[in-house]
Every structure is written in structure tokens, then in C-alpha cells.
């Protein structure tokens, strides 16, 4: 659509860009950026599902939101922010941490060979490559460290422990 919709990316503080929080995992920059996203999306989007489609889906709602929030409010001025990536790597640290979180041997497992197969992306929560929105990897994966603790199975006791004088 020859990025007519770019602009519905999240703009960092502005008023316009607070719909880019809702709207900028489904745009891409072309082709090539949306194949990019596509396999891993629906291999770590699968696996978030996996384990039950409402906790699947409140921990995407989670990532999404904390993921978009913390671009608008860190990112560099005057910049426009798109794509799924944030979703990439909220799923892939969702799915790690969801294992030890739970303490359930199967998805410790799991956690471990997606760790091994996609960990290397990790890297791109830091800044390097121009053009590249390393803010939305690194809020991305911070929503999904914080979905995995709010929708587990375990979510009182664990927050007991992180927060104190919590009973």
C-alpha cells in the first residue's frame, strides 16, 4: 500500500502515536520485514497459546501493551516505530520464563530448546542497527518476562516473592 499506513506506527510521545500502540504490530515496512516477523510470530505465538488460549491470549494482550507503552514513552523523538518484532521477542522470553515461573519440568524444557533455537535474537534487544527498533525487542521482551509471572499458574506466590511485606 506503498506505506500509507506507516503513520499509525507508534510515534514516541505524541498523541498520535498512542493508536500506534494498538496498530503497529500489524504494519511492516514491506515484504521482506513482514516475512521476516511471520515464521518466528507464528512458531512462539503457537507455543504462547499452547499451554491454554486465555492465558495465551492475556499474555499477548500483555506483551502487546507493555511493548508499545514502553516504545512511546523511551524511543527517540520525531521517530515511527512498526512491526511484530516486539511481539517476536515478548512471545520467545514469555515462553523461557513461563517454564520457570511455573516450575513445570515440560515447559522448562521447552523453554530451553526455544532458548536454543531463537535465543540468538536476543541481541536485538540492544541499540546497533540503524532503522532498527531495538526499544521495541527490548519492551517487547520485558512484556513477555511480565506476562509470564501475571498470567501463571503460580501468580500469588510469585508475586509474594518479588514484592515484599506482600502476603
Given at each position: ?14 498523541d498520535e502515536g ?11 515496512g514491506g515484504w ?136
Amino acid at each position: 500500500m506503498d506505506h500509507r499506513l506507516d503513520q499509525y506506527g507508534v510515534q514516541p510521545r505524541s498523541d498520535e502515536g498512542l493508536l500506534g500502540i494498538l496498530l503497529a504490530p500489524l504494519l511492516h515496512g514491506g515484504w521482506d520485514h513482514l516475512s521476516a516477523n511471520s515464521g518466528p510470530l507464528l512458531v512462539l505465538g503457537f507455543l504462547t497459546l499452547a499451554a491454554g488460549l486465555l492465558r495465551g491470549l492475556a499474555a499477548a494482550a500483555v506483551i502487546w501493551v507493555v511493548g508499545g507503552v514502553g516504545v512511546w514513552l523511551v524511543a527517540g523523538s520525531n521517530t515511527n516505530h512498526i512491526g511484530a518484532s516486539g511481539l517476536v521477542f515478548g512471545f520467545l522470553v514469555y515462553v523461557v520464563v513461563r517454564g520457570v515461573v511455573n516450575r513445570r519440568f515440560w515447559e522448562i524444557a521447552l523453554g530451553a530448546v526455544v532458548l536454543f533455537i531463537y535465543g540468538g535474537i536476543l541481541w536485538g534487544v540492544l541499540p546497533g542497527q540503524p532503522g532498527v527498533s531495538w526499544q521495541g525487542h527490548l519492551f517487547g521482551a520485558i512484556g513477555g518476562a511480565i506476562a509470564a509471572v501475571v498470567v501463571s499458574h503460580r501468580r500469588d506466590e510469585v508475586l509474594r516473592g518479588l514484592v515484599p511485606g506482600r502476603d
